[in-house]
């Protein structure tokens, strides 16, 4: 006779959320307030007044003897010799975690600086380990938009799978009188979507039961994931809902072309068996004939007769080679963002390690002043990056 405990099932997987910097502290009061279930949440910050405003369960301050509880001045070098001096601090939150996610807004200090060494501290307890960031807007600047890029690099050498989801492409359609504080508050809810989507899989209860081994299977070693979100309601709302999550904006451009993994979310009341039939052949087809592909579905009542999908895509490193595109096509060679960020913090001491977390530059949009992003120039587009830096 098979026994159940109510209270404690060591089969159910540990879910960890950390946020790093201030982006990665809105990211988690985003979740918080949408009354995100099944996961803790940790917030990681030198700045203490931030950490003060989050809503996580545990708050970490790091390098309180460097920053003075101040933020990391938008110096990802600065970000990671704090992490470093809390290393066990950081340590102690990782442990005992099955999935660990790490999310951060890259392109400042604490953020792009500390997450990789988080990161890191993640993996190497053998949790499933994945980073959902976001890359700064266009009028951020260059500096900015190089070191989330170094950040990004070093990130992939650290996680199973990273989403990169850029900001730009978030007020591409948003209206004209979109205000700077809702642009923001747009970039926290998609970092919480893409967490939730995740997430979801393993934690809520549906008809269709997908486990931590069946996420596990797709995101380990994956590299770089792209993330669609479709929505619609009325007649053919599946297929509608897929359209839109494969060509979503957050993908790129790219679509899911290639993918030889993808994780399928259905989300909704009274979803019929031929929607997913539909949906499902419309997935298919768009990623890589011999593609491992894993769906779940999610019922929940007063979802107003809509249907939400979220795919997550991953194993395009199997295929694509590693470089950064610019929209124009070009190039974005390493030097370049290198030679930004060494002019920019040219007197920042880089600390020695074994394996040296940072080349070049990093940061985090851990110091979410307004004015300070407003004061940064206007640069050209986000930059793509494709493989796992690791292959």
Same mark, same amino acid.
């Given at each position: 006779m098979l026994e159940f405990e109510n209270d404690r099932n060591e089969s159910i997987a540990v879910i960890k959320v950390i946020g790093v910097g201030g982006g990665g502290c809105n990211a988690i009061n985003t979740m918080i307030? !949408? !009354?995100?279930?099944?996961?803790?949440?940790?917030?990681? !910050?030198?700045?203490?007044?931030?950490?003060? *405003?989050? @809503?996580?369960q545990e708050k970490i301050q790091i390098g309180a003897t460097l920053t003075k509880g101040l933020g990391a001045g938008s110096d990802p070098l600065l970000g990671q010799k704090?992490?470093?001096?809390? /290393?066990?601090?950081?340590? +102690?939150?990782?442990?005992?975690?099955?999935?660990?996610? $790490?999310?951060?807004?890259?392109?400042?200090?604490?953020?792009?600086?500390?997450?990789p060494i988080v990161a890191e501290l993640a993996k190497d307890t053998g949790a499933l380990t994945i980073?959902?960031?976001?890359?700064?807007?266009?009028?951020?600047? =260059? $500096?900015?938009?190089? +070191?989330?890029?170094s950040g990004i690099k070093e990130l992939k050498k650290n996680v199973d799978a990273l989403i990169a989801i850029p900001n730009q492409k978030l007020i591409a359609n948003a209206e004209k009188s979109t205000s700077i504080i809702e642009s923001f508050r747009m970039a926290d809810d998609v970092l919480y979507q893409g967490v939730q989507s995740i997430s979801d899989l393993v934690v809520e209860t549906g008809y269709i039961v997908v486990?931590?081994?069946?996420?596990?299977?797709?995101?380990?070693?994956?590299?770089t994931a792209l993330m669609g979100i479709g929505e619609d309601s009325g007649e053919n709302r599946a297929v509608r809902a897929a359209q839109k999550a494969i060509s979503n904006p957050l993908l790129d451009g790219n679509g899911i072309q290639g993918a030889?993994?993808?994780?399928?979310?259905?989300?909704?009341?009274d979803i019929q068996t031929l929607e997913v039939e539909e949906a499902m052949s419309? %997935? /298919?087809?768009?990623?890589?004939? !011999?593609?491992?592909?894993?769906?779940?579905?999610v019922t929940k009542d007063n979802f107003e007769r809509k249907i939400k999908i979220t $795919? %997550?895509?991953?194993?395009?490193?199997?295929?694509?080679?590693?470089?950064? $595109? %610019?929209?124009?096509?070009? #190039?974005?060679? +390493?030097?370049?963002?290198?030679?930004?960020?060494?002019?920019? @913090?040219?007197?920042?001491?880089?600390?020695?390690?074994?394996? =040296?977390?940072?080349?070049?530059?990093? *940061? *985090?949009?851990?110091?979410? #002043?307004? #004015?300070?992003?407003?004061?940064? =120039?206007k640069f050209l587009r986000s930059v793509i990056t494709s493989k796992n830096s690791a292959d």
């Amino acid at each position: 006779m098979l026994e159940f405990e109510n209270d404690r099932n060591e089969s159910i997987a540990v879910i960890k959320v950390i946020g790093v910097g201030g982006g990665g502290c809105n990211a988690i009061n985003t979740m918080i307030k !949408n !009354n995100m279930k099944g996961v803790q949440f940790y917030a990681v !910050n030198t700045d203490i007044k931030s950490l003060r *405003s989050c @809503f996580a369960q545990e708050k970490i301050q790091i390098g309180a003897t460097l920053t003075k509880g101040l933020g990391a001045g938008s110096d990802p070098l600065l970000g990671q010799k704090c992490a470093e001096e809390d /290393r066990e601090k950081l340590q +102690q939150i990782v442990e005992g975690a099955d999935i660990v996610f $790490v999310t951060a807004g890259l392109g400042g200090g604490t953020g792009t600086g500390a997450s990789p060494i988080v990161a890191e501290l993640a993996k190497d307890t053998g949790a499933l380990t994945i980073a959902v960031v976001t890359k700064p807007f266009d009028f951020e600047g =260059p $500096v900015r938009l190089a +070191q989330a890029e170094s950040g990004i690099k070093e990130l992939k050498k650290n996680v199973d799978a990273l989403i990169a989801i850029p900001n730009q492409k978030l007020i591409a359609n948003a209206e004209k009188s979109t205000s700077i504080i809702e642009s923001f508050r747009m970039a926290d809810d998609v970092l919480y979507q893409g967490v939730q989507s995740i997430s979801d899989l393993v934690v809520e209860t549906g008809y269709i039961v997908v486990d931590f081994r069946d996420v596990k299977t797709i995101m380990t070693g994956a590299g770089t994931a792209l993330m669609g979100i479709g929505e619609d309601s009325g007649e053919n709302r599946a297929v509608r809902a897929a359209q839109k999550a494969i060509s979503n904006p957050l993908l790129d451009g790219n679509g899911i072309q290639g993918a030889t993994g993808v994780l399928v979310n259905f989300t909704g009341e009274d979803i019929q068996t031929l929607e997913v039939e539909e949906a499902m052949s419309m %997935i /298919r087809s768009s990623a890589d004939s !011999n593609a491992h592909i894993i769906w779940g579905l999610v019922t929940k009542d007063n979802f107003e007769r809509k249907i939400k999908i979220t $795919v %997550i895509a991953t194993g395009f490193g199997k295929k694509v080679k590693d470089r950064d $595109v %610019i929209d124009d096509g070009e #190039e974005t060679d +390493q030097a370049d963002i290198d030679e930004i960020i060494k002019d920019t @913090f040219a007197h920042t001491e880089v600390i020695k390690r074994k394996r =040296p977390l940072m080349r070049g530059g990093l *940061s *985090s949009s851990g110091d979410r #002043e307004i #004015e300070d992003e407003l004061n940064l =120039p206007k640069f050209l587009r986000s930059v793509i990056t494709s493989k796992n830096s690791a292959d």
